[in-house]
């Protein structure tokens, strides 16, 4: 094998020549590389705006069904603080129907936690990372409010049922909680209109999108088996949970975004 000995520079000239032709190089070898790197997150940002999206429309399915049911929730609390009323005097609870609570959800955003495990937050923008953070904190806030609404809605369904005593003890229990739901309710609603303004805000679905998830949320509350929107003496005798505990076994083969949250009653 041969083996050439470098050939030595003449004069000043031949050196700048070969100076600027490694460090032309070097600097196209680092070009090349950051735009490889580029290229390859701004795949990764758009592959995570496409989760996000998914997951907004899920949400706003969400929100929507939760603004159709809260005033049916506030309804459904005056009737029961109206039967407690009375049930504290004569010491005696009635006969009552099931009680169902409103409509409650995962509230989980899969791109979000996509974004942050692939590390592609870093590299988005500024401004639209810090809205999907503020989306992240909003939907922690959500989980919380929904798990406390949904235990103090599950002491509530004790009321239903065949007619009963009622000590003094279980009244008092059983008024704290009525109001304890119209607080969590409340803020529930609030809390989810305004992650419907971030995701709106984001841009990543057109006006007409964000409109038509919202109704099916909206219109998902009285066209299912949820009965919060019923007067409570059409409730029915058992609940739609008891119902959809009831079915038959059946494959989950429906895709998740166009699940129905809540079975019609046949």
């Given at each position: 094998?041969?083996?050439?000995?470098?050939?030595?520079w003449?004069?000043?000239?031949?050196?700048?020549?070969?100076y600027?032709?490694?460090?032309v190089?070097?600097?196209?070898?680092?070009g090349a590389?950051q735009?490889?790197?580029?290229?390859?997150?701004?795949?990764?940002?758009?592959?995570?705006?496409?989760d996000?999206?998914?997951?907004?429309?899920?949400?706003?399915r969400?929100?929507?069904?939760?603004?159709?049911?809260?005033?049916?929730?506030r309804?459904?609390?005056?009737?029961?603080?109206?039967?407690?009323?009375?049930?504290?005097?004569?010491g005696?609870?009635?006969?009552?129907?099931?009680?169902?609570?409103?409509p409650?959800f995962?509230w989980?955003?899969?791109?979000?936690?996509?974004?942050?495990?692939s590390?592609?937050?870093?590299?988005?923008?500024?401004?639209?990372?810090?809205?999907?953070?503020?989306?992240?904190?909003?939907?922690?806030?959500?989980?919380?409010?929904?798990?406390?609404?949904?235990?103090?809605?599950?002491v509530?369904s004790?009321?239903?049922?065949?007619?009963r005593?009622?000590?003094?003890?279980?009244?008092?229990?059983?008024?704290?909680?009525?109001?304890?739901?119209?607080?969590?309710?409340?803020?529930?609603?609030?809390?989810?209109?305004?992650?419907?303004?971030?995701?709106?805000?984001?841009?990543?679905?057109?006006h007409?999108?964000?409109?038509?998830?919202?109704?099916?949320?909206?219109?998902?509350?009285?066209?299912?088996?949820?009965?919060?929107?019923?007067?409570l003496?059409?409730?029915?005798?058992r609940s739609?949970?008891?119902?959809?505990?009831?079915?038959?076994?059946?494959?989950p083969?429906?895709?998740?975004?166009?699940?129905?949250?809540?079975?019609p009653?046949?």
């Amino acid at each position: 094998m041969d083996i050439h000995k470098p050939k030595p520079w003449h004069g000043l000239r031949e050196f700048l020549k070969e100076y600027v032709i490694i460090v032309v190089g070097v600097l196209t070898a680092l070009g090349a590389e950051q735009g490889v790197e580029w290229l390859h997150w701004r795949h990764q940002a758009e592959a995570a705006r496409e989760d996000m999206a998914a997951d907004y429309r899920r949400t706003l399915r969400s929100i929507g069904a939760i603004d159709a049911a809260a005033p049916c929730a506030r309804r459904r609390v005056d009737e029961l603080r109206a039967v407690l009323d009375k049930a504290e005097v004569e010491g005696r609870l009635p006969a009552l129907p099931a009680i169902d609570p409103p409509p409650n959800f995962a509230w989980t955003f899969r791109g979000w936690e996509g974004l942050v495990s692939s590390q592609t937050l870093a590299h988005l923008p500024r401004g639209e990372a810090a809205r999907y953070s503020a989306q992240a904190a909003y939907v922690t806030y959500l989980i919380r409010m929904r798990d406390a609404q949904r235990d103090d809605w599950a002491v509530l369904s004790s009321m239903g049922g065949p007619s009963r005593p009622m000590s003094a003890t279980e009244a008092a229990n059983l008024r704290a909680t009525l109001g304890r739901v119209l607080s969590e309710d409340g803020w529930l609603r609030r809390q989810a209109d305004g992650l419907g303004s971030l995701i709106s805000d984001t841009g990543l679905l057109s006006h007409a999108e964000v409109e038509k998830w919202w109704k099916q949320g909206l219109d998902s509350v009285p066209k299912g088996g949820n009965t919060i929107c019923r007067p409570l003496a059409e409730a029915g005798a058992r609940s739609w949970i008891a119902d959809k505990q009831s079915e038959p076994a059946e494959l989950p083969t429906k895709p998740y975004e166009t699940t129905d949250y809540y079975t019609p009653r046949k």
